[in-house]
């Protein structure tokens, strides 16, 4: 069974920093590529950020490039999303996603989510 | 920039048969975009409903289903049910890495 688990999220400050981690398992987790989606209170889904899985090659929506890093450690299962110079309207729960099948990139599998508070 | 377009509502009546539909400020979708539907009640992570156009999730009733109708991606759902009371999202795999999200289509079932 596939089971996504985020961590890290919390209160932090505008201009601040967060790290943000996804623990995979049920599957091999280095043969997908992965996707952080988030979605702000009251509003609709964003996807935010991919990762490739074959070369590490990432992706960012406009709306948090230059700010955001995805990464991942294929021996650890685990996908991160580093935050910087956060702004309130990145408060938003955040979900780490995988897609059904190796050659997709759209989301499948969904974890619960992890709430980012951006706020002084 | 490119907006993936959804209805903003729609209701149906139970029992009933209703289309969402998902489509783009400029262009047509099409199974190259890999249409997947979601479909989310407040406080809960979203449910995939249908991927890659038409292929359905795991144990997603077979009341759901996804096509390509003209110039859009639709779901849609047969004999509707109380439960089936939700918002519903599209996204759409743009190439290069990036996917975009419609603006979700809150369903009523009344």
């Known amino acids: 069974e596939v089971q996504l688990l985020e961590s890290g999220g919390g209160l932090v400050q505008p201009g601040g920093s967060l790290r943000l981690s996804c623990a995979a398992s049920?599957?091999?987790?280095?043969?997908?590529?992965m996707s952080w989606v988030r979605q702000a209170p009251g509003k609709g889904l964003e996807w935010v950020s991919g990762i490739s899985g074959s070369d590490g090659s990432t992706y960012y929506a406009d709306s948090v490039k230059g700010r955001f890093t995805v990464s991942r450690d294929n021996s650890k299962n685990t996908l991160y999303l580093e935050m910087n110079s956060l702004r309130a309207e990145d408060t938003a729960v955040y979900y780490c996603?995988?897609?059904?099948?190796?050659?997709?990139?759209?989301?499948?599998?969904w974890g619960q989510g992890t709430l980012v508070t951006v706020s002084s | 920039q490119t907006v993936v377009t959804q209805e903003p509502s729609f209701s149906v009546s139970p029992g009933g048969t209703v289309t969402l539909t998902c489509g783009l400020s400029?262009?047509?979708?099409?199974?190259?975009?890999?249409p997947s539907w979601y479909q989310q009640t407040p406080g809960q992570a979203p449910r995939t409903l249908i991927y890659?156009?038409?292929t359905r999730s795991s144990g997603v009733p077979d009341r759901f289903s996804g096509s390509i109708l003209g110039n859009k991606a639709a779901l849609t759902i047969t004999g509707a049910q109380a439960d089936d009371e939700s918002d519903y999202y599209c996204v759409l795999y743009m190439g290069s890495g990036i996917s975009v999200f419609g603006g979700g289509t809150k369903l009523t079932v009344l």
């Open positions: 890659s156009t038409n």
């Open positions: 400029s262009g047509s979708v099409s199974i190259n975009y890999y």
């Open positions: 049920g599957f091999t987790f280095s043969n997908y590529g």
């Open positions: 996603a995988k897609p059904a099948r190796e050659w997709l990139w759209n989301p499948d599998s």
